[in-house]
């Protein structure tokens, strides 16, 4: 507890800065900082490395963020791959992951992960997941998501693992995820899950810790009821 204390302490600076307070969890790694920033946007510190997983400049000035060391991007949209907020969060040393579809839309200087692969950055296993629409589609019957073309993250600190979905429905795929300590879901209409998705995925994955992001509206005594009283809503 003194260990976690200290480490809050040194992160002062930064808290308040983003929309809501971060969460220390305990890994084999060590501490790991997350903090939900807006959004879909989110914020990992842990070992004095900072990620940042999808930047998004929509009522938070990254500026006054702390820079990033690796920035994870889920998929080309606006509200994904927003090249204000990554300019002022990227350094030269900024490594950078993201979908085929960020760099053809312009990022050419991040690496692509595609669905089903992973690689190891600073002892952090990350691995790219399928993310995208089953029932919600455009009016042209186009999912909003397409299959294949955006990620999820499974972030691992050794056996510690984060997963960040991205722009996605309660897809088939969740249930292969393996053990995950912290998930952040969408739940928004109608380009993500609704309610009853969303509880769905919950229940699948099982979590410790989940945190509804990407939303516009969330009764949280409503879902906290659904959920398993193992699942800590966030």
Do not use: C
């Not at 990350?126 to 993250?153: F, L, M, R, T």
């Not at 109608?190 to 979590?207: G, L």
């Amino acid at each position: 507890m003194k260990l976690i204390s200290l480490f809050l302490f040194s992160l002062l600076p930064f808290i308040g800065m983003a929309q809501q307070h971060p969460d220390v969890y305990t890994t084999p790694m060590g501490p790991l900082v997350i903090t939900p920033v807006n959004h879909g946007s989110v914020m990992l510190r842990i070992k004095g490395k900072v990620i940042h997983v999808d930047p998004y400049e929509k009522s938070v000035d990254y500026a006054t963020l702390p820079k990033a060391d690796l920035v994870l991007i889920t998929h080309e949209h606006s509200d994904h791959y927003d090249k204000k907020a990554l300019d002022k969060v990227t350094k030269k040393e900024t490594h950078i992951i993201a979908t085929s579809s960020v760099v053809a839309a312009g990022l050419k200087e991040a690496s692509v992960l595609k669905n089903g692969e992973s690689t190891q950055w600073n002892d952090i296993r990350i691995e790219a997941v399928p993310s995208y629409n089953i029932v919600h589609k455009s009016p042209n019957g186009k999912p909003y998501h397409e299959k294949g073309v955006g990620n999820g993250y499974i972030l691992s600190f050794k056996n510690y693992r984060v997963y960040i979905a991205g722009d996605t429905e309660n897809i088939p795929e969740m249930s292969k995820l393996g053990k995950i300590q912290v998930a952040f879901l969408p739940k928004n209409l109608p380009y993500t899950m609704t309610n009853e998705q969303f509880v769905e995925a919950a229940k699948v994955i099982r979590p410790k810790a989940l945190y509804a992001y990407h939303y516009f509206e969330l009764n949280r005594d409503s879902l906290t009821k659904q959920l398993p009283k193992s699942i800590e809503l966030k």
